[in-house]
């Protein structure tokens, strides 16, 4: 991850094909598509998200599953993107001087996408963007419910608000600049609208709620050893800590402070959390665990993809997606984080990661749950007298 990046003082082409709040929009809509994609497959290998995150199955036997709904509720919100892009394009043809002046059209579909989350419809997934909604209204304030509750959906949530990070950043760039008399949404975005530190508070805000969590569960923990006068299942609490300062060392990264030092230490801090807790692969493990004859080399014993090759796909994915914030560092590419296409493609890819993050970790969830949480296990609650973390 980076700071955000100055930007190209006039409207480049990419701009004048795709603006700040269409490209918003776009990354909203294929993120509800990604999440159908993630329950269709995870259905097909039989494991029930569902039940994981404290889901009720409203469905009838045989009726269709939450993937379906999922996906009318993608297809429900993509119709009107197009047409609102495709008349855009009609109507501007490329002219600077139009697409700034029609920005009241994509700003009217973020304004119909999110009446579409809230309106009650029928047949829409309306129970899910109900759950959707609460969940959000909890982990908004940093809150986390109890493991019985459906606490890994709240963390679940919670880390793709951080890979949300800078999108939500953008949204509100694209409503300050269109309620300010100054400036059209569609414009070259001023990432500065609203005063030097409140966009990088936005992004922030994520992150924010992530720590609040650990530090929250750190507290549930100590709670708990005061009650049963011990340490319990959970030790002392301290792997909280240290998930909390993995989502602490993102903050000098959004305010630009510490230069490549805290962006070299979130990203591969980040990275190793996601290998070693979050999917409980143990390449970072001790030389014997790594090279379990139990187990394929640097993975675990149990496994529910059955392709080895997956696992360490995923893992070079993560690493290089994790790290793209050292295109800065060559002087052949320095100056790729400064367009806006190029901010675009590193948002995408983010969420990208995080797509293929919400894989592993709801398989590892579903391995913990079945097999056992791992030996090192972080606590974050009892689940039917196994434990889970994140």
């Known amino acids: 991850m980076d700071g955000d990046p100055a930007v190209e003082p006039e409207l480049d082409t990419f701009s004048l094909i795709l603006p700040l709040p269409y490209r918003v929009a776009v990354i909203l809509v294929l993120g509800v598509w990604a999440w159908a994609v993630n329950l269709h497959y995870l259905f097909i290998l039989k494991i029930d998200v569902a039940a994981l995150i404290k889901y009720p199955n409203r469905s009838p036997s045989g009726g269709p599953g939450h993937h379906v709904r999922t996906y009318r509720l993608a297809t429900l919100i993509s119709i009107p993107l197009i047409l609102s892009l495709l008349l855009f394009w009609t109507i501007t043809h490329g002219n600077a001087t139009l697409v700034l002046a029609w920005d009241l059209l994509p700003q009217s579909y973020l304004f119909l996408l999110t009446l579409l989350f809230i309106l009650p419809l029928q047949g829409l997934s309306k129970a899910g963007r109900y759950r959707f909604l609460s969940t959000l209204k909890r982990v908004s304030i940093g809150g986390i419910a109890e ?9 679940l949530l919670a880390d793709v608000l951080t890979s949300y990070a800078k999108v939500l950043g953008d949204m509100f760039v694209s409503a300050c600049m269109f309620l300010s008399s100054s400036y059209s949404s569609t414009d070259t975005p001023d990432r500065g609208c609203g005063g030097q530190f409140l966009v990088p ?10 720590l ?5 569960e750190f507290s549930r923990v100590r709670t708990s050893n005061q009650l049963s006068g011990g340490s319990g299942s959970s030790g002392w609490g301290g792997q909280h800590l240290a998930n909390a300062l993995k989502y602490s060392s993102a903050f000098p990264v959004y305010f630009d402070f510490g230069g490549l030092f805290f962006v070299f230490l979130n990203s591969f801090y980040s990275f190793f959390w996601d290998v070693a807790k979050d999917w409980d692969l143990t390449l970072f493990d ?13 993975l675990r014993r149990h496994t529910h993809f059955h392709a080895k090759e997956m696992y360490y796909a995923a893992i070079i994915i993560d690493l290089m997606l994790r790290c793209t914030w050292s295109l800065k560092l060559s002087p052949h590419l320095d100056h790729f984080n400064d367009l806006e296409g190029s901010i675009f493609v590193m948002e995408f890819l983010e969420v990208l990661r995080r797509w293929m993050w919400i894989f592993f970790r709801v398989e590892t969830e579903w391995v913990r749950t079945n097999r056992g949480p791992a030996p090192d296990d972080i606590l974050l609650g009892d689940y039917n007298n196994k434990v889970d973390y994140d």
């Open 147 to 155: 493991a019985q509750d459906g606490k890994f959906g709240d963390i």
């Open 201 to 210: 508070f936005i992004i922030s805000v994520p992150s924010l709620i992530r």
């Open 212 to 216: 609040r969590q650990c530090l929250i």
């Open 286 to 298: 001790s030389s014997q665990e790594r090279n379990n004859p139990e187990h394929p080399w640097g």
